[in-house]
């Protein structure tokens, strides 16, 4: 019988804290849709004013945020967007893009770090030249912290320079900032200078931040009227939303100072794992909150069976393949969960050593 239960699928799994749940009790609240919800408005505010946008728009999910951006910057069917060939809304966000929006995705190799080489994002640019042939290229994406790359962080130095690409050839920059917040704090730099040369930023309120829903998405005042429209459109429009909102706002305010700790855990773990036989981390990769590890080749033991061993002692993980794995550190986990989902790796490894050596 499982006593003990640590959570490490992902960072949304986090539970609602009391004080977001007295929060959500007391909000004031009114119709969203009609512009006149007073707790949703402040959140947007907040978050607009935190990145450094003049306004922001309250959406149930950052797939949400992130397809309302692409499809407010690439308003003409046939338009094309350059993104990561490992990014986000490549891969994990139903093609909404192409499905819903007719926008064209136009991938470029992500690096280890999460970057694309400068080089290859303008030499995927559209000749305009060539606009009877070719899609038109109208946006960039970028990801930061870049998920798939185990939470990697873009640098200032970097996002400027793509950002003055996206100048030079008169084209827009978008930002995928799910976990924003955790790679301000990573790197030490205000999460406004990290999205500065961007046109728009999706921000998630319900990953390391622990708020139960919602994502708010930045950028001008008349991208947001347009964003605002395309909200209804999918169905974003939720009425009185202040309710959510409300809770949101307190992840904002209580929660961005604990990332710091969930890095540092995250870093215990990754260490404490690379340790036990028979796995392999990329220890300096772990930048945030996110690990991945692989299973030795020749350990005869796969990601399913390690998982379901895990499982049973209550360490729940994320399988990535059939010897890879992905672990994401929240605020709700303890420097005592990491020290338990430690012995239970190292009870999981040392069995199967034995019974090999059997």
């Not at 290229?137 to 950002?163: F, K």
């Not at 009425?239 to 604990?258: D, M, S």
């Not at 390690?306 to 499982?311: A, T």
């Amino acid at each position: 019988m499982v006593t003990r239960m640590v959570d490490l699928r992902s960072d949304t799994v986090t539970k609602p804290t009391e004080a977001m749940r007295a929060a959500m009790a007391t909000a004031e609240v009114d119709d969203d849709v009609l512009g006149a919800d007073p707790t949703a408005f402040r959140l947007e505010s907040e978050v607009a004013n935190i990145m450094g946008k003049e306004a922001g728009l309250f959406v149930p999910s950052g797939t949400m945020g992130n397809l309302i951006s692409v499809l407010v910057h690439c308003d003409i069917r046939g338009s094309e967007v350059i993104l990561g060939d490992n990014s986000h809304i490549h891969i994990y966000e139903n093609g909404g893009i192409s499905t819903i929006g007719g926008v064209h995705p136009r991938p470029v190799k992500n690096n280890e770090d999460g970057t694309m080489d400068i080089n290859s994002i303008e030499a995927a640019i559209r000749d305009p030249r060539g606009e009877l042939v070719y899609p038109t290229t109208r946006l960039i994406c970028l990801e930061n912290s870049h998920a798939n790359s185990g939470g990697r962080c873009l640098s200032v130095a970097y996002t400027d320079r793509v950002g003055e690409l996206a100048t030079k050839h008169g084209l827009k920059l978008h930002i995928d900032g799910a976990r924003i917040f955790n790679a301000s704090v990573a790197l030490g730099v205000p999460v406004h200078r990290l999205v500065r040369a961007a046109d728009s930023v999706s921000v998630c309120l319900s990953k390391g931040l622990g708020a139960p829903v919602g994502s708010v998405i930045v950028g001008s005042k008349s991208f947001i009227t347009k964003a605002r429209r395309l909200r209804k459109t999918l169905g974003g429009g939720m009425r009185q939303v202040g309710f959510i909102c409300a809770a949101a706002f307190v992840a904002l305010q209580e929660n961005v100072g604990k990332l710091e700790g969930d890095h540092k855990k995250a870093k215990v773990l990754a260490e404490g794992l690379n340790q036990i036989k028979g796995l392999r981390v990329d220890v300096a990769a772990v930048q945030t909150n996110i690990i991945y590890f692989d299973i030795v080749e020749g350990s005869k033991l796969t990601a399913e069976k390690l998982y379901k061993n895990l499982e049973e002692h209550g360490v729940l993980v994320m399988p990535e393949g059939p010897a890879r794995m992905r672990i994401v550190l929240h605020h709700q986990i303890s420097s005592s969960d990491v020290q338990y989902t430690l012995s239970c790796f190292q009870q999981a490894l040392t069995g199967v050593h034995e019974e090999n050596a059997n």
